[in-house]
């Protein structure tokens, strides 16, 4: 057996794709034989599409497919958290069905956790999940819910145990959202896109092999999820750069980006376009008005520390020491760097800023920008349980006792909804 | 660019760390804040013996240990830390900053090794009444013999500096001129200060006799930069130390029956006063990093750093004064030393507002 480095995996990498990659190949086709050869996911398991590659060495192998265009297996939108839930948590008959046409891109997923009900706190949920004859019988309303209308299989939260404490009362599934029990309605949005769903679920089934873990583990299953959506968080979304060269392969990768990315395009201004801060200022000669030379410096130096205190932190994991507290507030400094930037953007391009679509500067990017900001501080842990975790399990201030968790989830009180 | 300290430098770091909470501790602070020196040579010249920190930028050949602002900037933030009172940004940043970037070999090698031994304490009198950092402000004059003439004010540790590097108007321009700090015609006067562990002075230069050291042109722009990110890199140091001070304080204070700590307000403060404080220390620590490598925007960058821990710092300084409560309004209390010692810092070589314009300078064309 060769030993296991950079060099070695690279050569081997490179060996594997100069005689399988071929682009006029179907992109489902491509991605089968890249499945096979554990070269797709090569940190996975090798008897499930991996190598059992160390997650440190996978960067050279994405090196290589990038090298020589190669397209990789599907990654965008919730399916990777699907994955590794399953890989975490499923039995071999979901990884058996589910993994492969993960990997293919012939599946998507959506995550059915939140509800109307229960935003920050996601275990407050109060979707039911009852097993009535030989299986289980779901009702609740789910919202939130990227690509639910297109979604083959859903991850979802339910309670299945009303007497048991609030967290233990939970179990995991995944549903089948192609049935007459889920009825999916588009959540329309303050700055006018319809990114995410509602999900009515009334009478909907799972058949019982489709339970994720045991009766009663499903918020354990959900931290799993949840850890994997919180660092790959970017990436979700900065994903999709298509090439544009003819094959076939790649002509299919772009219909599939253009498919899955739809639903982000807004998000670069929900982050405040801090890129387009000086080109603005410069364009519309506010760059001579000291006062907004002021703003705009504040701004600067936000972001640029921001990014270095990513890059800190990305350098002490790479070194293998332990983490320090710079992991842990990127979320929170980009909410500040969004609504600065917005403050910002107001300032510059004053009344034009009122405009929107082709009445606008940058044919409406910039009011685009201004009502979208408030989704950063919200979307993905608010501002306010950011400061939470950042509290307490970083400076390890105490917890704040809820009232909540101690008794049966039947007698908490709970939002009314409906 | 690096974006990690070496393990070297870490144990460099908790050495001192210890050395220091060790022999300058805040009791060490309020006696020598209570003098008019502000320091004393014995204790100056045992940090020197025992850790040799005034030779650190130093280079070899004249005796110094030759490293880079990495370490420089590690000893600054740990001193800012204990807020050490001591003639050491003075000395190493400001006067050795100046030798070297305008001095000659022959003039270095005269001057540098006693800085580098702990023997000459030295300053930079840039500064005048106005208190503009700019060289273009200077007034103080240089005739052909090196005779001075003029103020200087704003000079850290001018009352004592036994060697003082002066920005004057000379024949050919502006230039550094060295001036013994017990000159015939210098006038030194300690001035009242807000902050007492920061000692400045003003000087009156009746015909001094000085040596030329070389043209400040270039020199006096390259050394600012270093001391927006020298001071940046003590300021976190202060500001790290006051954040950790008011959690602990915080975490052991009761009020309606437990700990000020367990109430969210609290717990939300200290999310972002950790937030300001990481953010500036990432940017003092790139800054250093830039100047090590010669990144080519070093002077946007140092002014960022400038800004961002001025802000960061002074910030800081109100949410520990607020998260005392009363306590943190009295002499007694530790607090009120970091508070001024950041608003001091804030001021000198350009305040945050100074500063943020400077970066817009570089980045507005």
Redesign the interface.
């Known amino acids: 057996m060769t030993e296991l480095n950079e060099d070695t995996v690279r050569a081997e990498c490179r060996a594997w794709l100069t005689a399988n990659w071929d682009p006029n190949l179907g992109l489902v086709e491509w991605r089968h034989k890249l499945a096979e050869s554990g070269w797709g996911n090569p940190h996975w398991p090798s008897r499930w599409y991996g190598r059992d590659l160390p997650v440190g060495l996978v960067p050279i192998v994405k090196e290589e497919f990038a090298r020589i265009g190669a397209i990789g297996p599907a990654e965008a939108g919730i399916r990777v958290l699907a994955a590794a839930t399953i890989l975490a948590h499923g039995t071999d008959m979901h990884k058996e069905k589910f993994l492969m046409r993960i990997m293919t891109g012939e599946d998507t997923w959506c995550q059915l956790f939140s509800e109307p009900g229960s935003g920050s706190d996601v275990a407050g949920a109060v979707t039911r999940a009852e097993m009535k004859g030989n299986q289980w019988i779901v009702n609740g309303q789910k919202v939130w819910t990227t690509s639910a209308h297109k979604a083959h299989w859903g991850l979802l939260l339910a309670r299945t145990d009303w007497d048991a404490k609030k967290h233990a009362g939970l179990s995991y599934f995944i549903i089948d959202m192609k049935q007459p029990g889920v009825t999916v309605y588009p959540l329309r949005q303050m700055n006018g896109h319809a990114s995410f769903n509602q999900v009515f679920l009334s009478d909907a089934t799972v058949q019982p092999e489709f339970l994720v873990s045991a009766v009663g583990d499903g918020w354990a299953v959900t931290t799993t999820t949840l850890m994997h959506e919180r660092r790959g968080a970017d990436g979700l979304r900065t994903w999709g750069k298509g090439s544009t060269r003819p094959e076939r392969a790649y002509e299919e990768e772009r219909a599939e980006i253009a498919t899955t990315m739809e639903p982000y395009k807004w998000y670069p201004q929900r982050a405040g376009r801090v890129d387009l801060v ?1 080109p603005r ?2 364009e519309t000669g506010k ?1 001579a008005d ?1 006062v907004v ?2 703003e ?3 701004l ?3 972001s ?3 990014e ?2 990513a ?2 932190a ?3 994991q790479a ?1 293998g ?1 332990p983490q320090g ?2 992991g842990s ?1 990127g979320k ?2 980009s909410s ?1 760097i969004a609504r600065a930037a917005a403050r910002v953007h107001t300032q510059i391009s004053g009344a034009d800023a009122l405009l929107t679509g082709d009445d606008g500067p940058m044919n409406g990017v910039i009011a685009e920008i201004l009502v979208s900001v408030p989704a950063t501080s919200i979307a993905g842990g608010t501002d ?1 349980i ?3 975790i ?3 399990r ?2 390890k ?4 006792r809820t009232g909540d968790t101690e008794k049966p989830f039947k007698d908490v009180p709970r939002n009314l909804v409906g | ?4 300290f070496s393990s070297e430098q870490d144990e460099f770091r908790s050495n001192l760390r210890r050395y220091l909470a060790d022999r300058a501790p805040i009791k060490e602070t309020r006696r020598l804040m209570e003098t008019d020196a502000g320091w004393e040579r014995e204790g100056w010249q045992a940090l020197n013996a025992d850790l040799g920190l005034a030779a650190v930028r130093i280079p070899e050949e004249y005796g110094g240990h030759g490293f880079g602002f990495g370490e420089h900037c590690i000893v600054l933030e740990e001193m800012g830390r204990a807020l050490v009172c001591a003639p050491y940004f003075a000395t190493t940043v400001l006067a050795a900053g100046a030798i070297l970037h305008a001095g000659s070999d022959e003039r270095k090698a005269a001057l540098l090794p006693g800085i580098a031994s702990g023997k000459t304490v030295a300053t930079l009198a840039a500064a005048e009444d106005g208190g503009s950092w700019e060289a273009a402000a200077t007034t103080l004059t240089a005739s052909a013999t090196g005779r001075l003439n003029g103020h200087k004010s704003f000079v850290l540790d001018g009352h004592t500096a036994d060697l003082i590097v002066v920005l004057a108007r000379g024949p050919s321009g502006l230039a550094f001129y060295t001036v013994d700090g017990n000159a015939a015609g210098l006038t030194r006067r300690l001035l009242k200060t807000m902050d007492p562990t920061r000692k400045l002075a003003r000087l009156e230069f009746s015909d001094v006799e000085s040596t030329f050291l070389g043209s400040a042109e270039g020199a006096y722009e390259k050394l600012a930069i270093e001391a927006a990110v020298c001071l940046s890199n003590e300021m976190v140091g202060g500001a790290e130390r006051l954040r950790e001070d008011s ?1 602990a304080y ?2 052991m204070r009761m009020q309606f029956g ?2 000020i ?2 109430f ?1 307000s ?3 403060k ?3 006063m ?2 300001d404080v ?6 003092a ?2 800054a250093a990093a830039a100047l090590d490598e010669g990144d080519a925007d070093i002077a946007a960058t140092a002014s ?1 750093a400038k ?2 821990a001025s802000d960061a710092y002074s910030q800081t300084a109100t949410h520990a004064i607020q998260i005392h409560g009363g306590i943190g309004f009295t002499w007694d209390n530790d607090t009120h030393l970091w508070y001024k010692r950041g608003k001091s810092s804030d001021v000198l070589f350009g305040d945050a ?1 100074y500063h ?2 400077n ?2 300078k570089h ?2 064309e």
Do not use: G
Not at chain 1, 397 to 400: G, L, S
Not at chain 2, 278 to 283: D, F, I, P, Q
């Open positions: 000086l200022a410069k760059i000291p030379r002021q705009i410096a504040k600067l130096t936000m640029k520390a921001a270095w205190t890059r800190r990305r350098a002490a070194e020491r507290p710079e507030l929170l400094v500040h306010e950011q400061r939470n950042i509290s307490e970083v400076l201030m105490p917890r704040e | 660019m690096k974006f990690s959690l915080a975490m437990k700990p700590a367990s969210q609290m717990k939300h200290a999310a972002d950790l937030l990481e953010l500036a220390k990432s940017a620590y790139y960022l800004a961002c507002f943020r314009e970066m817009m980045w507005a």
